[in-house]
C-alpha cells in the first residue's frame, strides 16, 4: 500500500502533476513582472486545465481517431515515466537502474513526437507546418542537451542519475564544466519550445502550431506535459549541475533559480526565427560540449 500512494500520489504522479502547474504559473508570473504586467493569479493554471478537460472534443475530419486521441495519452503517460528516475522533491529516485539517463533523455523526446504526429495526423496546414518545425528543432537540440548531461556523467564514471546527483553533492559541476550547464540550461528550452526558441508554436505565423487542431482533453493533457517535463528537466539540470539534490529545500531553492534564469531568458528576447533557431545552436552547442569534453580529457 505504501509503494502505490508513493507511486501515485506523493512523490509520485499527482504531486509531479501539481508541481507542474505550480512551476507554470510561476513561469508565467515572473515573466508577467519582469514585462510590468501583472500575471495571472495562482489558481489560473488549475482553472485552465480543468475548463479545457470540461470542454467537447473537436475531432477534425481526415485524421485517425487512434492517433488523435492516443497521442496526448502517449505523451502525458511519457513524461510522467521520465519523472520514476530523477530525484524530485530531494528525495531518492521512485526507480532507478543503470543507464536510466538514457532512457530519461528519450521519454522526454517523445513528448516532442507525440506532438509532431499529432500534428501530422491533420490535414491543416498549420498544424502540419508546426510538426515540421517540432521536429527539427528537436533533432537540432537534442543532441546537445545528451552530451551537455553526459559531461556529469562521465565525470561521475556512471549512467545512473541517483549515482550522479550523489556525486554532485561534493562536486558542484557548473564551475568545472560550465559550457555543458550553458548548453543544457538552453536545449531544455528549445525541446520545450520556450521563448524565444517557440517558432513551432509561434502564434503570430502558424496559429498553435501543431497543436492547432487540438481543443478539449488533448490540448489539456498536451499543455501538463510540458509542464511536467519542465520540472522534470529543470531537476536534471541542478541535480547535475547545482550540487544534487540532498533534500528538499534544495530541490526548491536551486529548480527555483533555474527557472528564475529561464523566465528571465524568454522576457529578454524575442522570438526567433525557425532558421537562427536550428542552424546556429546546432553548430555552437556542439561545438561547445565537445570542447568542453575535450578540456575534460586533457585536465585528466
Known amino acids: 500500500m505504501q509503494a502505490v500512494i508513493a507511486l501515485l500520489i506523493f512523490p509520485g504522479g499527482l504531486c509531479v502533476l501539481l508541481l507542474?502547474?505550480?512551476?507554470?504559473?510561476?513561469?508565467?508570473?515572473?515573466?508577467?513582472?519582469?514585462?510590468?504586467?501583472?500575471?495571472?493569479?495562482?489558481?489560473?493554471?488549475v482553472a485552465d486545465l480543468v475548463k479545457l478537460l470540461a470542454k467537447q472534443e473537436t475531432m477534425p475530419n481526415g485524421v485517425n481517431p487512434l492517433l488523435f486521441i492516443g497521442?496526448?495519452?502517449?505523451?502525458?503517460?511519457?513524461?510522467?515515466?521520465?519523472?520514476?528516475?530523477?530525484?524530485?522533491?530531494?528525495?531518492?529516485?521512485?526507480?532507478?537502474?543503470?543507464?536510466?539517463?538514457?532512457?530519461?533523455?528519450?521519454?522526454?523526446?517523445?513528448?516532442?513526437?507525440?506532438?509532431?504526429?499529432?500534428?501530422?495526423?491533420?490535414?491543416?496546414?498549420?498544424?502540419l507546418m508546426g510538426a515540421l518545425r517540432a521536429l527539427t528543432q528537436l533533432f537540432s537540440y537534442e543532441v546537445p542537451f545528451l552530451l551537455a548531461l553526459l559531461g556529469?556523467?562521465?565525470?561521475?564514471?556512471?549512467?545512473?542519475?541517483?549515482?550522479?546527483?550523489?556525486?554532485?553533492?561534493?562536486?558542484?559541476?557548473?564551475?568545472?564544466?560550465?559550457?555543458?550547464?550553458?548548453?543544457?540550461?538552453?536545449?531544455?528550452?528549445?525541446?520545450?519550445?520556450l521563448s524565444p526558441?517557440?517558432?513551432?508554436?509561434?502564434?503570430?505565423?502558424?496559429v498553435a502550431g501543431a497543436l492547432t487542431e487540438y481543443s478539449g482533453r488533448g490540448l489539456a493533457l498536451f499543455h501538463l506535459s510540458r509542464d511536467v517535463a519542465l520540472v522534470v528537466g529543470l531537476t536534471l539540470v541542478a541535480a547535475f549541475y547545482l550540487g544534487g539534490m540532498a533534500n528538499p529545500l534544495w530541490f526548491f531553492g536551486k529548480t527555483l533559480l533555474l527557472l528564475l534564469v529561464v523566465s528571465g531568458l524568454q522576457a529578454l528576447f524575442a522570438r526567433l526565427r525557425i532558421d537562427q533557431t536550428?542552424?546556429?545552436?546546432?553548430?555552437?552547442?556542439?561545438?561547445?560540449?565537445?570542447?568542453?569534453?575535450?578540456?575534460m580529457i586533457v585536465w585528466r
Not at 502547474?21 to 493569479?41: C, F, I, S, T
Not at 562536486?171 to 568545472?176: D, K, Q, R, S
Request: glycine fraction near 8%; include cysteine; proline fraction near 5%.
Open 152 to 193: 556529469p556523467a562521465l565525470a561521475a564514471g556512471s549512467w545512473q542519475i541517483a549515482e550522479i546527483s550523489a556525486y554532485a553533492e561534493t562536486h558542484w559541476l557548473i564551475l568545472t564544466q560550465p559550457l555543458g550547464f550553458v548548453v543544457a540550461l538552453i536545449g531544455l528550452m528549445g525541446k520545450l519550445e
Open 71 to 127: 497521442l496526448p495519452l502517449v505523451g502525458l503517460a511519457s513524461v510522467l515515466t521520465a519523472a520514476l528516475y530523477v530525484p524530485l522533491v530531494g528525495l531518492a529516485p521512485s526507480y532507478s537502474f543503470r543507464g536510466d539517463l538514457i532512457v530519461t533523455i528519450y521519454l522526454l523526446g517523445l513528448l516532442t513526437f507525440c506532438m509532431s504526429l499529432a500534428g501530422s495526423n491533420t490535414l491543416d496546414r498549420f498544424s
Open 20 to 45: 507542474g502547474l505550480a512551476y507554470e504559473w510561476l513561469d508565467r508570473k515572473l515573466m508577467a513582472q519582469m514585462q510590468n504586467r501583472v500575471g495571472p493569479r495562482w489558481y489560473q493554471p
Open 278 to 295: 536550428v542552424g546556429l545552436w546546432w553548430r555552437y552547442g556542439m561545438l561547445l560540449v565537445l570542447l568542453q569534453w575535450l578540456l
Open 197 to 206: 526558441f517557440d517558432a513551432p508554436e509561434a502564434e503570430t505565423e502558424i
